[in-house]
């Protein structure tokens, strides 16, 4: 039996009720954009769903209608279960910060004591396209371009901001994610 998830109309609208944020509206669509181009190119090589990756994508960052800290996904799942969503588009969204947080490191940064650390191919996707900057990437159909992408990123969060532990493991998970989807895309 297959899931049946919110239309991206009824995620719209729940993105629109809680974020009044235009820049954090824009960056959560050009997530999903994204998402999907990444969730198409890896579709060859393996099963991905569209539907969730999209969904996922839309809402990913949700949790920033309350708070901006590392904590933000797991807000925002917690806003999605208030609407009945699926587990598989709320584990998305707790998930898909930095490179997510095993239960440990978790604890160290005030969330439950659980794995926070993206499994499934979705859950990786949404959590790697939200890295490949804000807005719009005019190279994400260049898969060999992603790492330098996310590279940069993580560059400039560890100048900004002293990155620590588990920041820093957790900035290499999703480095991980990223060379593993790069090597699937490049297999031919």
């Known amino acids: 039996m297959s899931i049946v998830y919110p239309s991206l109309e009824e995620a719209r609208l729940i993105l629109n ?5 235009s820049n954090i509206i824009r960056h ?4 999903c954009q994204k998402a999907l181009r990444i969730a198409k ?25 309350r708070t901006h800290d590392v904590t933000h996904g797991y807000v925002g799942g917690k806003l999605l279960e208030l609407y009945d969503y699926p587990a598989s588009i ?11 947080f095993t239960a440990e490191e978790a604890v160290r940064i005030g969330l439950p004591e659980r794995s926070f650390v993206p ?24 898969p060999q371009k ?5 590279d940069n990123r993580f560059a400039e969060l560890q100048q900004n901001y002293a990155v620590t532990e588990p920041y820093h493991t957790s900035m290499q998970r999703a480095k991980h994610f990223v060379n593993a989807m790069v090597r699937l895309a490049m297999l031919k």
């Open 17 to 21: 009720d809680y974020l009044s944020d």
């Open 28 to 31: 959560c669509e050009a997530t």
């Open 41 to 65: 190119i890896l579709s060859a090589k393996i099963q991905v769903d569209f539907d969730l990756v999209s969904i996922g994508a839309l809402l990913h960052d949700l949790g920033r209608a």
């Open 90 to 100: 709320v584990k998305i969204v707790e998930r898909h910060v930095l490179g997510g």
């Open 119 to 142: 499994e499934t191919w979705e859950e990786k996707i949404v959590c790697v396209a939200d890295k490949l900057g804000l807005y719009a990437w005019k190279e994400i159909d260049q």
């Open 146 to 150: 992603w790492l330098e992408k996310m």
